[in-house]
T-cell receptor
Framework: RKEVEQDPGPFNVPEGATVAFNCTYSNSASQSFFWYRQDCRKEPKLLMSVYSSGNEDGRFTAQLNRASQYISLLIRDSKLSDSATYLCVVFKAAGNKLTFGGGTRVLVKP | NAGVTQTPKFQVLKTGQSMTLQCAQDMNHEYMSWYRQDPGMGLRLIHYSVGAGITDQGEVPNGYNVSRSTTEDFPLRLLSAAPSQTSVYFC????????????????FGPGTRLTVL
């Protein structure tokens, strides 16, 4: 089983709609969680950190569920420019280990 | 600031050839790393460096060498290219890396797309 798993998608989303997807992690000692965004044939860029209490950044909401070992990302009022692959990233301080998920592809269509 | 730069953008090698992928950053970051990205696999850490003169292996180091003679540069050497090394390679840097139980945002270069025939 992979340490960090994501549904590869694609999630086809009408413009203006809401989309949400999860990322599961297998190591309960994982400490910090992040979402990175990667546009087609480009480098990943940090989208947002995921805090225990949940956090929002504009139209993006991230949640962490430690009991079930998953994080989620919700995008409201989807824009065409939100089309990208979203990478789940998990950091474990012991061993300084950073693990990337395979990514979830989101396609926002007019 | 140019951020993290990588050269070349594209490269085709024949099996057995060697080459060096270049990476440089102008942000005075201590921590630099090399990843490879394969379809559905996520990014996997090849080698990393916590400062000039210090390097260590990541998850998939076999077939690759690195050195860190300056803070700015972190080249990745393929010793004898194999088809299994066909991938997209990303260099990344961060201010303090992953030490001290804290995470620092990773800044990625634009990537090098390598094909080994």
């Amino acid at each position: 089983r992979k340490e960090v798993e994501q549904d590869p998608g694609p999630f086809n989303v009408p413009e203006g709609a809401t989309v949400a997807f999860n990322c599961t992690y297998s190591n309960s000692a994982s400490q910090s969680f992040f979402w990175y965004r990667q546009d087609c044939r480009k480098e990943p860029k940090l989208l947002m950190s995921v805090y225990s209490s949940g956090n929002e950044d504009g139209r993006f909401t991230a949640q962490l569920n430690r009991a079930s070992q998953y994080i989620s990302l919700l995008i409201r009022d989807s824009k065409l420019s939100d089309s990208a692959t979203y990478l789940c990233v998990v950091f474990k301080a012991a061993g300084n280990k950073l693990t990337f998920g395979g990514g979830t592809r989101v396609l926002v269509k007019p | 600031n140019a951020g993290v730069t990588q050269t070349p953008k594209f490269q085709v090698l024949k099996t057995g050839q060697s080459m060096t992928l270049q990476c440089a950053q102008d942000m005075n970051h201590e921590y630099m790393s090399w990843y490879r990205q394969d379809p559905g696999m996520g990014l996997r850490l090849i080698h990393y460096s916590v400062g000039a003169g210090i390097t260590d292996q990541g998850e998939v180091p076999n077939g690759y060498n690195v050195s860190r003679s300056t803070t700015e540069d972190f080249p990745l050497r393929l010793l004898s290219a194999a088809p299994s090394q066909t991938s997209v390679y990303f260099c990344a840097s961060s201010y303090r890396g992953l030490a001290g139980n804290s995470y620092n945002e990773q800044f990625f270069g634009p990537g090098t797309r390598l094909t080994v025939l």
